[in-house]
Every structure is written in C-alpha cells, then in structure tokens.
C-alpha cells in the first residue's frame, strides 16, 4: 500500500477557504429559514407573484445546500487526507456559480420591475439593470461550465474571464439598484406626509445596506479570484453570496412587519385634514377623499405593501387608512 503524502505546510489556505464558506453557507441558509417562516406566517394574502419568488428561491437555496454538503463530505470525509480530492472542484461549479447566478437574477429582475413599478418613465433604467443581470447570470453558468471541465480548484485562475462577467455584472446591478431605488424613495418622501418621511427612510436604508452588502460581496470575491489566481480563496465568499441575495429578497418582504409596527406606534396630536394623496406620489395609494379626526387623540396605522403584482399598484406604500368612526 502506497503512503499517502505528506501534508503540506500552506494546508490551511488550502482547505479552509472552502471549509468558512460552507459553514456559513449553512448559517445563512437557517436564517433564510426562519425568514421564510416569518414571512409565510405574517403575509398569507401576498399576491402569487411574490409568493412565487419566495418559494422557488427557497427551493434553489435547498438545492444549492444540498449539493455544497456532498462538496463537503468529498473533500473532508470521503477524501480526508488526500489532497488531490481537496482540490476537485466536485459539485461546486454548479452549486455556486450556476445557482448564485440564478438568485442573483431572480432578485435582480425583482429590484429592476420595482423600479419600473415606482417610477413608469424609469423603464429604460430598468430594462438596463435587467440587461446587466442576464449578463451576470450567463456569465455565473459559462463559469460553472468551465469549472467542470478545468476539474481543480487550483486551476480556476487560469479559466477565461466568464466569471468576471459573473461577479462584476453582479455588482454592477446591486450598484445601480441601490443609486435608483434610494434617488426615487427620497424624492417621493418630498411628496409625502411628514410622519411618512421616518418611514421612507427606513426603506431607504434597508435598500443600500442589502444591495451594498452583495456588491461588496461580489467585489471581495473578484479581488480574490483575480488577485490570488492560484488559491481557493475566492470560494469562501462566493459559496454565501446566493445566501445574500436570498436573505435580502426575503428582508425587503419582512421589512413590512416592522415599518407597520412602527406607524402604528406613533400617537399624533394634530387632526389630519385635507390629507389627500398625491396622484404623483408613489408611496401612496389612497383615493381622494380627506381624512378628518375625532376629537380624541388619533393613532396612525401604516400599510406598507412591497411590490406589485399589477401594473396599477405601487410598491413600498405607506397610507393613512381610517377605520370605522374616523379612528386610525
């Protein structure tokens, strides 16, 4: 019997770039867990549409779980001290790039229609930022490709540039994203009632800290991937960037908890009148009817609705609705 090896002095960077991703990976993956039950729990009369894009991201993160764990038993219990399978690629070319690709896509191509939804005569920015994220997604499957063939993690550098297209397209469109949604949100807070405007800006903040968090992401990695062609290092922050698209789709939807409990927890001393909303205002949905309180302190009660699933509605709403009585 032949002796195995022996064990490299630089094994760390070798085996624990895939070693952090993974487990974050599955970290991640419990938190889009319980996010998904929040949100199944909490919006049961969400449009289909939104349900769709919820259960079928659910659906591909399970998948790209699933895989990355037969990743894991390769190369640290079926291959354990062998370091010729610590450096097959395995599963990974389709669990990462192929799978991150196509949930970037999904809430890419989310992001973009919410843009268009806000703003009618936004479309060609929209359809830019659609355009960008079909590149990102061809390059993440031309890459996996490739992956398969090259068969080792150490040769990864040496691949055409696809992946480049992958990551930077990525970051390209979380940029553009972020830039939009924020420019459209603060103009429409101009047009908006002032106790609307702490609202807004919760919104505003959510959309650049989630779109900031994957464009760093996918720039971390290109830096990595380019900068260190030869080391798996890349892979530690490509194996959780489809876990941070998924996880900020699902935060965008559960935000909604959160922005009604904090309308509704604003007592206000004045009575409202002449309150109609804005044909123009995008975070509006009301008719045109005043508002008039009772003589007793009012409460505002705050809807929020992310997105859209007909062309008429808008998207991140916040209105003033009276219930029975004049009461809010």
């Known amino acids: 019997m032949a002796a195995a090896p022996p064990i490299p002095p630089n094994i760390a960077s070798i085996a624990a770039p895939t070693l952090i991703g993974s487990l974050l990976n599955y970290c991640l993956y419990g938190v889009l867990v319980v996010q998904v039950y929040i949100y199944h729990y909490s919006f049961p009369d969400d449009k289909l549409l939104l349900k769709g894009l919820v259960y079928i991201s659910v659906i591909i993160e399970t998948i790209q779980v699933c895989f990355n764990g037969a990743d894991v038993f ?5 291959g354990y001290g062998n370091l010729e399978m610590l450096n097959e690629v395995n599963f990974s070319p389709f669990d990462t790039p192929m799978l991150g690709a196509i949930i970037a896509f999904i809430v890419q191509l989310f992001f973009s229609y919410r843009i268009w939804s806000l703003k009618k005569s936004y479309l ?4 830019f930022i659609a355009l960008i ?4 997604l061809i390059g993440g499957i031309w890459g996996g490709v490739n992956g398969f063939q090259i068969k080792f993690l150490s040769l990864a550098g040496t691949t055409p540039r696809n992946t480049d297209m992958w990551l930077i397209g990525g970051a390209v469109a979380d940029i553009l994203i972020a830039v939009t949604m924020t420019y459209l949100l603060l103009k429409a807070r101009e047009n908006t009632h002032a106790m609307s405007h702490t609202i807004v800006t919760r919104i505003v903040r959510l959309t650049v800290q989630s779109n900031s968090l994957t464009a ?9 991937y380019l900068g260190i062609p030869n080391q ?3 892979t530690a922050p490509t194996l959780i960037l489809g876990k941070l698209y998924s996880n900020t789709l699902l935060a965008t939807f559960n935000h909604r908890i959160f ?3 904090d309308g509704e927890s ?9 309150s109609t909303p804005s044909s123009n205002n995008p975070l509006t949905t009301g008719g045109g009817s005043s508002y008039v309180t009772e003589p007793y302190k009012p409460r505002p009660f705050v809807h929020v609705d992310v997105e859209t699933g007909s062309k008429e509605f808008v998207r991140n709403d916040v209105q003033l609705t009276p219930s029975r009585g004049g009461r809010y």
């Open 259 to 261: 922005l009604r409990r």
């Open 74 to 78: 390769h190369w640290y219990a079926a």
């Open 216 to 224: 760093g992401m996918a720039l971390l990695s290109l830096i990595l």
């Open 124 to 127: 060609p920015i929209s359809v």
């Open 133 to 136: 994220s079909l590149l990102q």
């Open 232 to 234: 798996p290092y890349f």
């Open 266 to 274: 604003r007592p206000s001393q004045r009575s409202y009148q002449d």
